[in-house]
């Protein structure tokens, strides 16, 4: 049974200080997805990680994927509140469109 | 481009009352996925669909949920009779490549 785990669960973090979230998977996947999710609100997709050695980055967010060591890491630069969120990681159950299997979840609150 | 829609966005009723949601995905997109995401968890799935057949409802308890998508467009989800423990989000997600899911808003219900 894939497994998908996410460290921290819980992030308290000052503006401005640099971050990092982890994301560890049990099984072989080439494919890994982050989504954020406000408080009452869907998901929104951040970003898709298509392969090994993938990064990609949206503002002072950075996501890799190492698939050798079933890891991903979401980097955060110079946090800002707006930030505050919950970030989920995702892997693709099996290959091809398939469910996703999602970690816990990344609750991070970026105080002044 | 519109993105997935959902109704009711709330619900509240009583248990072994029962309750439909419905959902109506992007435009185009052929897999529609129905996830329940319980407070303080990541989304686990419920059922999906690939246009208008089932291929894994492995996860849906068949004795009181059903889900349908009769055009292979909307799809429906219905809980009868609901549980205390069925009180979640509702999260509906579509997707076309790279198993990228856009979800939408969720129905909240709440079962007393």
């Known amino acids: 049974e894939l497994k998908v785990e996410q460290n921290p669960l819980f992030l308290s973090m000052q503006e401005g200080k640099n971050y990092t979230i982890y994301c560890n998977y049990s099984t072989t996947s080439d494919r890994l997805y982050w989504y954020r999710q406000d408080p009452g609100k869907s998901l929104e997709s951040l970003f898709v990680?298509?392969?090994?050695?993938a990064v990609k980055q949206e503002g002072r967010l950075m996501a890799s994927l190492d698939t050798k060591a079933r890891l991903s890491t979401l980097h955060i630069t110079a946090a800002v509140h707006d930030l505050s969120a919950t970030y989920f990681c995702?892997?693709?159950?099996?290959?091809?469109?398939?469910?996703?299997?999602f970690g816990k979840g990344t609750r991070l609150s970026v105080i002044a | 481009e519109a993105g997935v829609a959902q109704s009711p966005r709330y619900k509240i009723i009583e248990k072994r009352q029962s309750v439909a949601f419905w959902c109506n995905p992007i435009?185009?997109?052929?897999?529609l996925y129905w996830y329940q995401q319980i407070l303080g968890q990541g989304p686990k799935l419920l059922i999906q669909f690939q246009n208008n057949g089932v291929v894994d409802d492995s996860q849906l308890p068949k004795d009181r949920f059903s889900a349908e998508r009769l055009k292979g467009v909307d799809s429906t989800l219905k809980i009868q009779p609901a549980k205390l423990e069925d009180s979640a989000v509702y999260l509906c997600?579509?997707?076309?490549?790279?198993?990228?899911?856009?979800f939408g808003p969720g129905t909240r219900l709440t079962v007393l």
């Open positions: 990680l298509l392969s090994n050695g």
């Open positions: 435009s185009g997109h052929a897999t």
């Open positions: 995702a892997v693709d159950r099996d290959s091809g469109n398939t469910p996703l299997v």
């Open positions: 997600a579509s997707s076309r490549r790279y198993n990228e899911q856009f």
